[in-house]
């Protein structure tokens, strides 16, 4: 059984990519004519949902992990590599910093939201920001998503978010509304019905 968009226009088949008519829709067990694969309609789920959802798992974050992080960093007693980052001499000095510093002293609070992320992904295939918006993460062919492609989707989502967010923005102009790491993983975010 497979995911696909129906939309005006619908995605191809998620197992073989024939192209599939939006009168499947009607049909009670619709299958891909070209293939035989048994599909799931189902309505994707768009940018500003999916940022909305973004936002909610970032406050979350930001109230738990980000004092976890703080309260462990004075415990080893490392400080921070941007002394008066709120100030515009901070948000300055952070340019001349090396950026592996930086790196090295966030990774305690980079494992705990991909931590976050890959166990609630992994298990319930949706985040609380994407329970609370509706939304959930599938394999298209199906199947939970499962903590390796959990992984992977994060890492892929990390890696996207390197060259200024292209790899998470393209969902607002891709038709299926995949981003990067849904392309690498094979998954898709639907609404739930």
């Given amino acids: 059984m497979a995911f696909w968009s129906?939309?005006?226009?619908?995605?191809?088949?998620?197992?073989?990519?024939?192209?599939?008519?939006?009168g499947l829709v009607k049909d009670g067990r619709p299958t891909c004519p070209a293939c035989g694969q048994a599909l799931v309609p189902v309505r994707v789920a768009g940018f500003w949902r999916r940022l909305a959802a973004a936002v909610v798992d970032a406050a979350i974050l930001l109230v738990?992990?980000?004092?976890?992080?703080l309260g462990l960093q004075r415990v080893i007693g490392e400080a921070s590599p941007v002394r008066g980052a709120?100030?515009?001499?901070?948000?300055?000095?952070?340019?001349?910093?090396?950026?592996?510093?930086?790196l090295v002293w966030l990774a305690p609070l980079l494992v705990m939201v991909a931590i976050y992320f890959v166990l609630f992904i992994a298990l319930s295939g949706r985040t609380p920001g994407q329970k609370l918006t509706g939304i959930r993460v599938?394999?298209?062919?199906?199947?939970k998503v499962g903590p390796v492609r959990a992984t992977v989707r994060f890492a892929g989502t990390a890696v996207g978010l390197v060259p200024g967010g292209l790899g998470s923005l393209w969902m607002a102009f891709d038709r299926e509304k995949r981003a990067f790491h849904d392309y690498l993983t094979g998954t898709y975010v639907v609404r739930e019905q």
Wanted: net charge negative; aromatic share 4%.
């Fill in 138 to 143: 599938v394999h298209r062919a199906g199947g």
């Fill in 6 to 22: 129906r939309k005006e226009r619908p995605a191809p088949c998620p197992s073989c990519d024939a192209a599939l008519d939006i």
């Fill in 86 to 102: 709120f100030s515009w001499a901070g948000l300055l000095q952070l340019l001349t910093v090396d950026p592996l510093e930086i």
């Fill in 64 to 69: 738990t992990a980000g004092p976890l992080h």
